[in-house]
């Protein structure tokens, strides 16, 4: 199984900035794409933004311009900054991984436990 650890969520005044990140460990044969997702109070969860370990990166139109996804692939980490923060960002943020844990078996969704950002004056 794969554990996604995740840090950096908080409190940010509007137009600041917060980096997310989130460490991977376990066993894992591929995690790839890497990305994060996010659920408001009272919204379904979103797409945020992916990156496959080649790099390619996909964002949800709300983000894009604000937010940078990256990925560190020897450290099987991915981190999210975010600037030009909006009090419609608030939202608890989720780690993803299209998770496989060995060659012969097939590929799932995960998520991780999640971290609140509020952005709020």
């Known amino acids: 199984q794969v554990q996604l650890v995740e840090s950096g969520g908080g409190l940010v005044q509007p137009g600041g900035s917060l980096r997310l990140s989130c460490a991977a460990s376990?066993?894992?044969?591929?995690?790839?794409?890497m990305g994060w997702y996010r659920q408001a109070p009272g919204k379904q969860r979103e797409l945020v933004g992916t990156?496959?370990?080649?790099?390619?990166?996909n964002y949800a139109d709300s983000v894009k311009g604000r937010f940078t996804i990256s990925r560190d692939n020897a450290k099987n980490t991915v981190s999210l900054q975010m600037n030009s923060l909006k009090p419609e960002d608030t939202a608890v943020y989720y780690c993803?991984?299209?998770?496989?844990?060995?060659?012969?078996?097939?590929?799932?969704?995960?998520w991780g436990q999640g971290t609140q950002v509020t952005v709020s004056s």
């Open positions: 993803y991984v299209w998770y496989q844990r060995s060659r012969w078996e097939s590929p799932y969704d995960y």
């Open positions: 376990g066993t894992i044969f591929s995690i790839s794409p």
């Open positions: 990156i496959t370990s080649a790099g390619i990166t």
